[in-house]
């Protein structure tokens, strides 16, 4: 069971370039989330998904994009890599609400992405 | 979500017990407390949350007041390890547009030798 995991660690990307920041989780959790952390900040939602099928944007979406084909895989897309998108980006997951209130969400271990 | 306060910083020495206060003045009734911490640069971790009554787990105590509007995480017996940034986090449990759950900036936890 490895939790939430993220790859690529670490990336620096050009002005302009394009990648995909992946996330796959092996909870079978229905509900999964982008974060992105800016130096001395808090967590901002980029984008969520509450299944496969259904995304939705959050706080701070412009410049990215994400699709959710499966339970497993939430990636995030960013288009035309701006050096604002200079960040650390969390991808996390949680279960579905089961009537406790133990919402937990579950984070990965964070992609650093620099863009020059 | 209800906002909270937190203090920016605060310092504690080892092996005592270090309180961190929260102030979530605005909440409602279906809205539940949440703590994380995030160590270093690390991913936030869960640490524990509540909704009326008091908490204790394995990692810490949360302890709400009657009215709700603030509560206070306890780490026992702060180690060295202990040194994060802890989130204090309030949202309902379920319904259509919870999903935006919003992390501040925390209280920056120094644990001092």
């Known amino acids: 069971n490895a939790g939430v995991t993220q790859t690529p660690k670490f990336r620096i990307l050009k002005i302009g370039q394009s990648m995909t920041l992946q996330c796959a989780q092996d909870?079978?959790?229905?509900?999964m989330y982008w974060y992105r952390q800016d130096p001395g900040m808090g967590l901002k939602l980029i984008y969520y998904s509450v299944g496969a099928g259904i995304t939705d944007k959050g706080e701070v979406p412009n410049g990215y994009n994400v699709s959710r084909s499966t339970t497993e895989d939430f990636p995030l897309r960013l288009e035309l890599a701006a050096p604002s998108q200079t960040s650390v980006y969390f991808c996390?997951?949680?279960?579905?609400?089961?009537?406790?209130?133990?919402?937990?969400?579950?984070f990965g271990a964070g992609s650093r992405l620099t863009v020059l | 979500d209800a906002k909270t306060t937190q203090p920016t910083s605060m310092d504690c020495a080892e092996g005592r017990a270090a309180n961190l206060p929260c102030n979530h003045s605005?909440?409602?009734?279906?809205?539940?407390v949440y703590w994380y911490r995030q160590i270093h640069s690390q991913g936030p971790q869960y640490i524990i949350h509540?909704?009326?009554n008091n908490e204790t787990n394995e990692m810490a105590s949360l302890i709400i007041t009657e009215d709700r509007k603030s509560s206070t995480l306890i780490l026992p017996h702060a180690t060295l390890r202990d040194t994060a940034v802890y989130y204090c986090i309030v949202r309902v449990e379920s319904g259509f547009g919870n999903e935006k759950l919003t992390f501040g900036t925390g209280t920056r936890l120094t644990i001092i030798p």
């Open positions: 509540g909704l009326k």
């Open positions: 996390a997951s949680r279960d579905r609400d089961r009537g406790s209130g133990a919402n937990v969400l579950t």
């Open positions: 605005t909440i409602s009734g279906n809205e539940y």
């Open positions: 909870m079978n959790h229905n509900y």
